[in-house]
């Protein structure tokens, strides 16, 4: 028998669908997927991507959060997550690259 690679989801996703009273297939068509897949992920001997992670979170009205999943996703992926907080802002320096007089320049000659 082969231990869950993902234990807290595997777990929610079966209480999920006991909830719900349906049977894996019931799930996994509900999910869009089939019930070999379906099944595997609720076992916790398949991990998913963030984007099926984010679509079993909204099919399971947040009942599986992407979290759940343990995946450690790329900065650039989560930033395609809004994840309501804001980052501080980074103190920066601002270097001009014209050159600054150091007199005022004398105006051209009246005529």
Not at 34 to 42: H, K, N, P, T, V
Not at 58 to 82: I, L
Not at 91 to 103: G, L, Q
Request: proline residues 7%; hydrophobic residues 35%; positive net charge.
């Amino acid at each position: 028998m082969r231990h869950s690679v993902i234990p807290r989801a595997s777990r929610l996703l079966y209480r999920w669908r006991n909830r719900k009273g349906w049977s894996q297939t019931d799930a996994a068509a509900h999910i869009g997927l089939d019930q070999a897949r379906y099944s595997q992920l609720e076992r916790g001997v398949r991990k998913v991507g963030l984007e099926w992670a984010i679509r079993i979170e909204q099919r399971t009205a947040k009942e599986v959060p992407v979290q759940a999943w343990s995946v450690k996703f790329s900065k650039a992926s989560k930033a395609s997550r809004p994840t309501g907080k804001k980052k501080p802002e980074r103190a920066t320096e601002v270097v001009s690259e014209a050159p600054v007089a150091s007199e005022p320049s004398a105006a051209p000659p009246e005529t």
